[in-house]
């Protein structure tokens, strides 16, 4: 190896019989609540009844508050003309206050009901003229001022321990008295004022009141339960296109990987029909790339395991020990061969399944990278008599990438121009970088035939041989070289050796172009 570089030979690194173990994706332990099955429609079912439970007994209170408020306004209505009536039947003659209900008045103010309605007339002194004693009398409040303006005003009592309404009021037996407002003190004596009171149990409201809310709740007891079979109804039909998606995905054949038709779905489920596809796409191109490799292994390998077969009957037949030793020969050049094989085909599915896989990049010293990838095959260029040498960049070229993989590449690249050229040529390994932010090159150039420009886009084919060439190889090597350059976002270029100067043997050039230099890129943002 030349210095271009120098160093100990040992044999190339052959690609493992077998591409290391991937343990399958395992997510994360979830929280013991996510291990439990949530059902959609009981969910649903949840969100819709849960307020519509919770509402009822609100409306329900809101109902009752309300027939009360409706149950009060006409009895208060009736109470207020009975005082209207009554405070007609007080007179003041010569200063002495009278008044009293004639029995027939007496007996239609009480016509409902004899011991539910009372009735209260007082002289201004506290007097009683007529009706219940026991009544209670006003307490001085707002309600109290209202009703000394002669308005009927209303208020909430007791008698004997039974809640009563009260309609009160306050008849002028002064008429000719005008008080005086909003002048200043002191104020004008206050007019003499009769009390009027007319008050009435509370249990005929309570009755309509509830008459009322009896019309209103029971039917909902009838309409709730309709309610709650039309939610499970239409919940049921609403979910029913997702039983009919998991019938026709049952249905399928067991290698059907076509698309599920989106438009044959409701519109809220699109967006998983199209995840689905997508991981049905996905699986399709795993399952292709596995009966790809199957059938190209079985394909390539018949050619040498023939021949080797037919190498050990040969072997088995000859009596002379050199025809012995000559089969045997190349019995090991077979075996060689499908070895190889072995190896470059699994390195094609192992490149190919990186991206399923999911490929860890990581920062890559290209340089250092190249140059023991160089190390590994200065020995096979001793046993070929060509120069093998590594022309270093001035200054670390870093890249993103997975070692491994680069080092396969590589490694073909440097495989492929020892295989086509001639005893005495050279190869040369070359990485540079021609400045901050500009991207990384590395070139692989040789001595040998070169390739033909119609022939440039066709080498990186599987199994794709260039006619006339005696040379052996499987025709993967290009092939694994492309994969695994697209994976790392690179560039493959063909061209003529520029250092060549020899027209039958103008060599070829392969010029990989990475993504800028981590640190260069981070800089630049």
Partial sequence: ????????????????????????????????????????????????????????????????????????????????????????????????????????????????????????????????????RDLPRPRPNGADDHARSGAVAFRNDSIHGTPIRVAFTYVNLDPLHERAAGLPAPAPPDPPLALVQVAETLDKRAHLANEIIKGVILPQFIILPVILALVWFALSRGLTPLAELQQRIRARPQDDLSPIDPRQVPEEISPLVGSFNDMLERLGETVEMQKRFIADAAHQMKTPLAGMRMQSELALRQVDPAEIHRSLEQLAKSSESATRLVNQLLALARAENQPQAGLAFAEVDLAVLARETVQDWVQASFAGQIDLGFEPPEQPVAIAGQPLMLREMLSNLIDNALRYTPAGGSVTVRVRCDGPGEPALLEVEDTGPGIAPSERARVFERFYRILGSNTQGSGLGLAIVREIAQQHGAEIDVFNNPRSHSQRFPGTLFRLTFPPPVHDANAAS
Wanted: charged content about 20%; overall charge negative; aromatic content about 6%.
């Fill in 1 to 132: 190896m030349s210095e271009r570089d120098a160093g100990p030979a040992p044999q190339p690194a052959a690609w493992p019989a077998e591409p290391p173990h991937i343990p399958p994706y395992v997510p994360p332990n979830p929280e013991p609540d996510e291990n439990i099955r949530h059902s959609l429609f009981g969910e649903i079912l949840d969100w819709m009844l849960a307020p519509l439970l919770l509402l009822w007994p609100m409306s329900i209170a809101i109902t009752y508050l309300v027939a009360k408020s409706i149950a009060n306004q006409p009895f208060d209505d009736a109470l207020e003309d009975r005082v209207t009536v009554l405070s007609q039947q007080i007179r003041s003659v010569a200063g002495k206050t009278s008044g009293q209900l004639h029995p027939s008045g007496r007996d239609i103010l009480r016509a409902d009901d004899v011991d539910s309605v009372y009735y209260l007339l007082a002289a201004p002194d506290g007097e009683l003229l007529d009706g219940d």
